[in-house]
């Protein structure tokens, strides 16, 4: 079956530019995550949606960077402005929702490694 | 403050026994999860723990002791294919459904 797609896989841009990340979770998984990870590091959390809604985005580092998920099915992570430091692995995940999805694993996607030169 | 502790790497034979400990300090609970990491590949389930007590999956178990802040995975009979980061995340109960991840165990095994 499918399972969470991220697109793309890589992306090279210069500092400065504006970058879009996109997630496609698995169908009837409400539950959406995005995550940072850098290298030998755990994933970072970043934001979380239940539905349409950012349920919580207290991961987010700062203003420039922004997700959306109109639908309540895809997602896209936008970062502004893109600085060195936001080069990273970003990795997407979706569960299913609450009350079953609260012990339910997430299902991670490959992740977009996006280089900022 | 949220902090997750593992240890950064281990090693250990092929055909052994290897626990990996982690403890947490978070801000609520909601559950435990162990995650594999293979170098370049996305995490994949491996086990969840919400009460006390060892949880037992053929090869893999896991062990948590909330009122510690504890938990352990134990991986047996160890294969090649087992060297893998193993992530160690904690879900928040305050914030529903956020997941704290820690930094991983890099586990090596030798023949």
């Known amino acids: 079956g499918a399972g969470v797609s991220q697109t793309p896989s890589n992306k090279v841009t210069e500092k400065g530019k504006y970058v879009e990340l996109r997630c496609d979770p698995i169908?009837?998984?409400?539950?959406l995550y995005w995550y940072r990870q850098s290298l030998g590091q755990g994933p970072e959390f970043l934001i979380y949606f239940q539905g349409t809604g950012a349920a919580d985005d207290s991961g987010l580092p700062n203003d420039r960077f922004f997700a959306v998920r109109p639908e309540g099915s895809v997602s896209t992570l936008k970062i502004q402005r893109t600085e060195r430091g936001d080069s990273a692995v970003y990795l997407c995940?979706?569960?299913?929702?609450?009350?079953?999805?609260?012990?339910?694993?997430?299902?991670f996607g490959d992740g977009t490694r996006l280089s900022i030169l | 403050g949220q902090n997750i502790d593992q240890p950064t790497e281990m090693t250990a034979t092929e055909g052994a026994i290897v626990q990996i400990n982690c403890t947490y300090q978070t801000s609520g609970f909601n559950g435990l999860f162990w995650y594999q990491q293979h170098a370049g590949e996305a995490p994949t389930f491996l086990s969840y723990n919400v009460l006390d007590g060892l949880e037992e999956k053929g090869r893999f178990s896991s062990f948590l002791s909330r009122s510690k802040g504890y938990s352990y995975l134990l991986l047996k009979e160890l294969q090649m294919k087992d060297s893998a980061s193993y992530l160690c995340a904690v879900r928040d109960s305050t914030g529903g459904f956020k997941t704290i991840f820690g930094a991983g165990t890099r586990l090596f095994v030798k023949a």
């Open positions: 995940a979706s569960s299913l929702p609450p009350p079953t999805g609260i012990h339910q694993p997430q299902h």
């Open positions: 169908s009837g998984h409400t539950a």
